[in-house]
């Protein structure tokens, strides 16, 4: 692991494809491991040789791949909004592949100074279908960021709230083109009353 990870010629999805190599057995080996080190019992730099952050992000995407549940708790115990962008964004991409839903306040991501994390946390929302943000969701829509404003809308639209989309839409409300885009990619019906309304 420590050979491939200092290795500077891969990419970082060829790191993933490397370790994704090694089989699903190894999430169990990778989830030990990260538990010793939140427990202080080892010390990912030290014995990897790189950032911290690095490593995480890696053994997260390979918790995604899986679908590995049982790795949930550890990146759950890691989503803090203060921790590093590039570990939080993919805690929320792994989460997504795996639709789980977690007990924690998502409120603080959906409002994160880094829109990929913000639109990453949108994304996790729409594979869940969690209807208690949808509030954040629509306050999203008129967010600077299209891919913010795009995960934010299929979230909506994955929750069954087409008719929030074409209100806002009719009102020509904050976010009423990205709600129109959402609409015409699933070939809704009911878009065309909302254009005409």
């Known amino acids: 692991m420590k050979i491939v990870l200092n290795e500077s010629s891969f990419t970082f999805e060829g790191l993933s494809e490397i370790l994704i190599r090694f089989g699903e057995e190894s999430c169990y080996q990778i989830k030990d491991f990260l538990e010793k080190n939140f427990r202080k019992e080892n010390n990912l730099e030290e014995i ?14 390979i918790f995604g791949y899986f679908r590995f549940i ?16 590039e570990v939080l964004i993919h805690i929320f991409k792994a989460l997504a592949k795996i639709e789980y839903p977690i007990d924690k306040d998502l409120v603080p991501f959906l409002n994160h100074k880094s829109w990929v994390v913000r ?17 954040d969701l629509k306050k999203l829509l008129s967010d600077q960021n299209w891919w913010v404003r795009y995960y934010s809308a299929q979230a909506i639209f994955e929750l ?21 885009y959402i609409l015409d990619q699933a070939g809704d019906l009911k878009v065309g009353e909302a254009y005409n309304g």
């Open 48 to 61: 990897l040789e790189v950032p911290e952050y690095q490593s995480l992000s890696l053994f997260f995407d």
């Open 119 to 135: 639109s990453q946390a949108a994304h996790y929302l729409a594979e869940i279908k969690d209807s208690n943000y949808l509030p």
């Open 160 to 180: 069954g709230k087409e008719d929030l989309l074409i209100e806002i839409i009719k009102n020509k409300e904050p976010g009423y083109e990205m709600g129109k």
């Open 70 to 85: 049982p790795g949930v708790e550890i990146m759950v115990s890691t989503l803090n909004e203060d921790y590093n962008e």
